[in-house]
């Protein structure tokens, strides 16, 4: 006889058992959102030197969006690989319920996010949509498929929800305060992340993580627009550096140290949320001076606020200017952090102090720069 329709189980309503869990967590097997993003790129080498297999999200794009995956990418018809990429976006459920169900992931990194403060400003329905409503909708994708008891779940937090200052150094325990629809749509996801913990006993934990940079920093970022200018005003491809506010202050580390912090928040016996910072603070005047210092220039200063500029103390030439342009309707002036609870629960410190830092993205960027002047030739 055929079975009433109401004895066909109904779709996403089985949850794994116990037993089922465990034969699940069995395997390593992460998926990461955001996977073409400068931290994408490092926490997948990352997970792959430790035997995982891989997954990431990409976007459709009209032109290659991958090249920082270059060295991972291996085409499947020529052999096997432990790293597969699969369409998809933040803002389709369908998708990423499709994607969870078949990778069948053990840990999930949600790195995906419109991930510019200045932007969220000229597009904050859309960051909110992606970096807000995109974190639930991965976690629910992860309980739509009963996974929710099986997945380890990493929220891609910010120091941009300390925004204003309260007190310093900014801790776990310091209260929020968001200046900008990035910063308000990172609440969201923060919490979110929380209260699926809370409410359903998920394993999902919010890294905290302060300003990480490097050589494949994404270029509007100050760090990289710094670094990539001076090497280019050096090789006489640019005039000057025209850069918004100089005096706020952040607490850069390397992102390379990061991802593995990363990594390190899903292996405890118990979730929760971690600071990731280096404990010291530098304004981006310093940031600008040391990256010209790398190369052999002085910057001096003259004026104050727009208009101001800085000249390189040999030659007076002007090389950089203060542009309206790039400031923000609302700034985040100060943001130092403390690490202290991660280094003592997870045994994290990083380990690129921020000289060190400078001077790999000054030299790396200049490396790139004449190689792209001599494939001109
Ligand atoms: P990037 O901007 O370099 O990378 C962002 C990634 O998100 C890219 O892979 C991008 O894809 C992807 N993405 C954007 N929109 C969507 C969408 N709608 N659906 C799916 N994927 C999308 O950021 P970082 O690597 O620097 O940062 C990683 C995460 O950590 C972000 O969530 C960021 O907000 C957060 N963060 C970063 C800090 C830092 O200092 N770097 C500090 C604290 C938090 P595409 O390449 O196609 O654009
Ligand atoms: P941030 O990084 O906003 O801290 O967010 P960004 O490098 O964009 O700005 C840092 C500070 O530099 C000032 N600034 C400029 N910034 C940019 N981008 N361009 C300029 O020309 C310029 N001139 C001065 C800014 O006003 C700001 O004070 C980053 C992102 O990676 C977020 O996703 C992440 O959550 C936080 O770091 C932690």
Same mark, same amino acid.
């Given at each position: 006889?055929?079975?009433?329709?109401?004895?066909?189980?109904?779709?996403?309503?089985?949850?794994?058992?116990?037993?089922?869990?465990?034969?699940?967590?069995?395997?390593?097997?992460?998926?990461?959102?955001?996977?073409?993003?400068?931290?994408?790129?490092?926490?997948?080498?990352?997970?792959?030197?430790?035997?995982?297999?891989?997954?990431?999200?990409?976007?459709?794009?009209?032109? %290659?969006?991958?090249?920082?995956?270059?060295?991972?990418?291996?085409?499947?018809?020529?052999?096997?690989?432990?790293?597969?990429?699969?369409?998809?976006?933040?803002?389709?459920?369908?998708?990423?319920?499709?994607?969870?169900?078949?990778?069948?992931?053990?840990?999930?990194?949600?790195?995906?996010?419109?991930?510019?403060?200045?932007?969220?400003?000229?597009?904050?329905?859309?960051?909110?949509?992606?970096?807000?409503?995109?974190?639930?909708?991965?976690?629910?994708?992860?309980?739509?498929?009963?996974?929710?008891?099986?997945?380890?779940?990493?929220?891609?937090?910010?120091?941009?929800?300390?925004?204003?200052?309260?007190?310093? /150094?900014?801790?776990?325990?310091?209260?929020?305060?968001?200046?900008? /629809?990035?910063?308000?749509?990172?609440?969201?996801?923060?919490?979110?992340?929380?209260?699926?913990?809370?409410?359903?006993?998920?394993?999902?934990?919010?890294?905290?993580?302060?300003?990480?940079?490097?050589?494949?920093?994404?270029?509007?970022?100050?760090?990289? #627009?710094?670094?990539?200018?001076?090497?280019?005003?050096?090789?006489?491809?640019?005039?000057?550096?025209?850069?918004?506010?100089?005096?706020?202050?952040?607490?850069?580390?390397?992102?390379?140290?990061?991802?593995?912090?990363?990594?390190?928040?899903?292996?405890?016996?118990? /979730?929760?949320?971690?600071?990731?910072?280096?404990?010291?603070?530098?304004?981006?005047?310093?940031?600008?001076?040391?990256?010209?210092?790398?190369?052999?220039?002085?910057? #001096?200063?003259?004026?104050?606020?727009?208009?101001?500029?800085?000249?390189?103390?040999?030659?007076?030439?002007?090389?950089?200017?203060?542009?309206?342009?790039?400031?923000?309707?609302?700034?985040?002036?100060?943001?130092?952090?403390?690490?202290?609870?991660?280094?003592?629960?997870?045994?994290?410190?990083?380990?690129?102090? %921020?000289?060190?830092?400078?001077?790999?993205?000054?030299?790396?960027?200049?490396?790139?720069?004449?190689?792209?002047?001599?494939?001109?030739?």
């Amino acid at each position: 006889m055929a079975s009433e329709p109401h004895d066909v189980p109904a779709p996403f309503t089985t949850k794994l058992s116990p037993e089922q869990v465990v034969e699940y967590r069995k395997r390593k097997v992460a998926l990461i959102s955001g996977i073409t993003g400068q931290d994408g790129s490092y926490l997948a080498e990352l997970l792959l030197e430790k035997g995982y297999d891989v997954h990431g999200i990409i976007r459709r794009s009209s032109s %290659f969006n991958t090249s920082r995956l270059n060295d991972l990418y291996v085409d499947l018809h020529e052999r096997p690989t432990h790293f597969k990429l699969h369409y998809g976006d933040l803002t389709d459920s369908t998708n990423l319920v499709y994607i969870i169900a078949n990778v069948r992931p053990t840990e999930v990194y949600n790195l995906g996010a419109q991930s510019h403060v200045k932007v969220s400003f000229e597009m904050a329905e859309y960051t909110g949509d992606v970096d807000g409503l995109g974190t639930l909708r991965l976690l629910d994708a992860i309980r739509t498929c009963g996974f929710e008891k099986a997945v380890r779940f990493y929220q891609a937090s910010t120091s941009e929800l300390y925004g204003k200052v309260v007190e310093t /150094p900014q801790s776990e325990k310091t209260p929020f305060y968001p200046r900008s /629809p990035y910063g308000v749509a990172k609440l969201y996801g923060f919490w979110i992340t929380v209260n699926y913990r809370e409410a359903y006993g998920m394993y999902a934990c919010n890294g905290i993580l302060f300003n990480h940079e490097s050589p494949r920093r994404g270029r509007t970022f100050v760090t990289r #627009k710094i670094t990539r200018a001076v090497a280019d005003i050096h090789l006489g491809k640019q005039h000057a550096l025209y850069l918004g506010n100089l005096d706020a202050k952040r607490d850069w580390g390397h992102a390379k140290d990061y991802v593995e912090g990363m990594w390190l928040m899903l292996q405890q016996d118990q /979730p929760e949320d971690f600071v990731l910072a280096t404990g010291e603070t530098h304004p981006v005047r310093e940031f600008v001076e040391k990256s010209f210092a790398v190369l052999g220039y002085t910057i #001096k200063w003259r004026g104050s606020g727009v208009g101001e500029e800085g000249y390189d103390e040999k030659t007076g030439r002007v090389l950089v200017k203060v542009d309206e342009k790039y400031f923000r309707p609302a700034e985040v002036e100060l943001l130092l952090g403390d690490p202290a609870k991660a280094e003592r629960l997870l045994g994290w410190k990083r380990k690129v102090d %921020f000289d060190s830092l400078v001077k790999e993205m000054v030299n790396e960027d200049l490396k790139a720069s004449s190689n792209l002047i001599e494939n001109q030739n």
